[in-house]
């Protein structure tokens, strides 16, 4: 019986760490990176707000350090917040076993597509009590142009 087909198979390989190249014949799915990727930017959420002045991204992010957060704009137009939630390694979680896990660890990422008008000079990030506020100032409206005016010339 080939064991691959079934999706509940690809996901106990997933939470078990079975190396990617493991069975990878018998599978038809995407990446594990690609999987990796979407699962990340899911469980991600967030909210973006228009100001007269600027954008807002306001991301809750529990339990991680402001340090360990990565703010980027790729491609000239894709702001990208990224990092990792590590499970706490001590001396007192030693032989403890989960009874239930519901907080998420691993990598989170999620892109937002910039608009044409944000100005990528001044972008600013803070976090404060496991939220992160990303604000993207807005370019100035171009102004109006004035009409030429020519001279005309009595001849």
Do not use: W
């Not at 989960?98 to 008008?117: A, D, S, W």
């Not at 009590?129 to 409206?141: A, E, I, N, W």
């Amino acid at each position: 019986m080939d064991f691959g087909r079934f999706p509940i198979i690809s996901i106990l390989e997933d939470m078990l760490e079975v190396p990617e190249d493991h069975n990878e014949k018998s599978r038809n799915n995407p990446s594990r990176a690609y999987m990796r990727d979407a699962k990340a930017m899911a469980a991600t959420p967030a909210d973006v707000m228009e100001h007269p002045n600027a954008y807002v991204f306001v991301v809750d992010m529990p339990g991680i350090k402001g340090n360990e957060i990565k703010v980027q704009v790729e491609n000239e137009n894709v702001l990208v917040v990224s990092g990792e939630r590590q499970r706490e390694k001590n001396k007192e979680n030693e032989g403890v076993k989960y009874v239930r896990m519901e907080r998420r660890m691993g990598k989170f990422m999620r892109k937002f597509q910039l608009p044409e008008n944000a100005d990528l000079e001044k972008i600013t990030a803070v976090c404060h009590d496991g939220v992160l506020r990303v604000t993207v100032q807005k370019l100035p409206p171009p102004e109006p142009k004035k009409p030429k005016t020519i001279q005309v010339q009595v001849a």
